[in-house]
């Protein structure tokens, strides 16, 4: 009791008046539970930024086709992963740039602005008339969107300490959620002439773009998220004057930490690149985001392939179906049943086991392709369900590792590092999963690992690749300092 009597004016010196990051830090003092609104704002900031990813991939392979420009129909994989890596080296090309800038003046003008990007030039992607267009849009959203890195951030700080898991567990939700709907409407809304002639009529604006109504409809969303965001709060502190020990001796008060502001000024000039846990969690992060978007892409071009190509010859309507449904499943595991596993294993336990799980799963896909009918699409679904919860589960456990470990004047610029080492593996995911499939479907014949087979082997590989470096000891050190942090 007399602990807390000395804490109350402590913290009530903390909150500046025209400090945005002190009114939001008071309203969370206040207000004990779990803020609904605030999971509202995050989760349309990051669905906003996350459905144009890869909401091309259904589509992709017959836009590509559309352009011309593949000699073979086996090259059209090599092309369409060129369009699919432009997105992810723009962002690796400015992630950290957009992280400073949060942390200078502020998350909300970042998220403001890389919301509205997506409305400008996923709209333009749409338009592509030449596979260059289509290469060079998508290369200016990845660079000029920086709110993946950041929202990171704005999501730890918008939750009391109890509830950043919860908070954190929202931005990985919407962003997977983001990444499958994002496919579905692709695969739904292309091509609309073909699938609704009654509504969509031939000769129109929608047969010359056949591709742009599933952006126009994904940059809808987006602006109206953008003209909400202007309400949203700011949560980086601004104190023009004030005294900065003062703050640092009431925020180690605040987090029951009995060091003094001596040790929050070695963390106000730590080297993050030398932290070596928060780096160790952002290159298995990385791995893992390699092997998720080559996935993606993959999972989209083999599903579209003929049969005699070691694909199941569906149409982007099948794949919306496949997609929307791993969508729906999804979002009921991450509300439900991901908040007790992480709470009884552990962030990094339940990742390492949702690894090991995938590796049979995914090697198992080549197979599914001898399958038809009835059993084909029970089967193809509950492999994409699964397939889409335990890499769910993988991301979202780094993620709350990566945000514990760092300050707040430095979260922005961590989650920026990490967006950038996670966009340059991503970069090759396409491009490289891509060229795969097109010289895997070159050797349907092969004796060893013929066709599809080895590119899912190598898919595995990589996440084998991920698994081996969660058992590492500077792992688990990095886990033991999470803990310390939070105590």
């Known amino acids: 009791m007399g602990e807390e009597s000395f804490r109350e004016p402590l913290l009530k010196k903390k909150y500046y008046e025209n400090c945005p990051g002190c009114k939001v830090d008071e309203a969370k003092e206040q207000k004990k539970g779990i803020s609904i609104k605030n999971m509202m704002i995050v989760w349309m900031v990051v669905i906003s930024a996350s459905l144009p990813i890869s909401s091309l991939f259904p589509f992709l392979y017959f836009m590509v086709r559309d352009f011309n420009i593949a000699k073979t129909e086996e090259d059209i994989g090599s092309y369409a992963g060129y ?19 949060a942390d200078r003046y502020g998350r909300k003008p970042v998220l403001v602005i890389g919301i509205i990007v997506v409305v400008i030039f996923n709209t333009l992607f749409g338009l592509s008339t030449s596979f260059w267009m289509a290469v060079i849009t998508r290369l200016l959203l990845g660079s000029l969107c920086g709110v993946l890195g950041p929202v990171k951030a704005y999501a730890t700080e918008l939750f009391r300490v109890e509830h950043q898991a919860i908070g954190l567990s929202t931005v990985s939700a919407a962003w997977g959620i983001g990444l499958i709907i994002g496919p579905a409407l692709g695969g739904y809304l292309a091509q609309p002439v073909e699938k609704y002639p009654h509504v969509f009529s031939k000769g129109s604006f929608w047969e010359k773009f056949p591709y742009s109504l599933p952006c126009f409809i994904i940059s809808g969303l987006a602006f109206v998220a953008a003209i909400v965001c202007i309400w949203i709060p700011e949560t980086l502190h601004n104190h023009n004057g004030g005294n900065e020990s003062t703050d640092d001796d009431t925020e180690a008060l605040e987090n029951g930490s009995s060091g003094s502001c001596q040790d929050k000024i070695v963390q106000k000039n730590e080297n993050l690149l030398r932290n070596w846990p928060l780096m160790a969690a952002i290159l298995i992060y990385s791995i893992y985001a390699l092997h998720d978007i080559a996935y993606q892409e993959v999972f989209s071009l083999w599903a579209v392939s003929p049969r005699r190509l070691g694909g199941l010859n569906y149409t982007t309507d099948d794949v919306g179906n496949v997609l929307s449904i791993s969508g729906v499943a999804l979002i009921i595991y991450q509300l439900t049943l991901y908040p007790s596993l992480e709470k009884a294993c552990g962030p990094i336990s339940i990742a390492r086991i949702s690894g090991v799980l995938s590796l049979p799963l995914l090697q198992i896909y080549p197979f599914i392709a001898m399958l038809s009918g009835l059993t084909l699409v029970i089967v193809i679904n509950v492999a994409s369900i699964l397939k889409n919860l335990l890499c769910a589960t993988i991301i979202t456990g780094l993620f709350l590792m990566q945000n514990r470990l760092v300050e707040q004047h430095q979260r922005g610029e961590a989650n920026g590092i990490a967006m950038t080492c996670m966009s340059l593996f991503k970069a090759i995911g396409p491009a490289t999963g891509g060229a795969l499939l097109s010289w895997s479907q070159k050797r349907m014949d092969a004796s060893f690992l013929p066709g599809t087979h080895m590119v899912f082997l190598v898919m595995n590989i990589v ?11 500077i792992l688990r050190e990095k886990k033991k300092i999470s803990s310390n942090q939070q105590n």
């Open 463 to 473: 996440g084998a690749l991920g698994i081996m470096m969660m058992f590492t000891s």
């Open 83 to 101: 369009v699919g890596s432009a997105f992810m080296l723009g962002r690796a090309l400015t992630s950290v740039l957009w992280g400073k800038i």
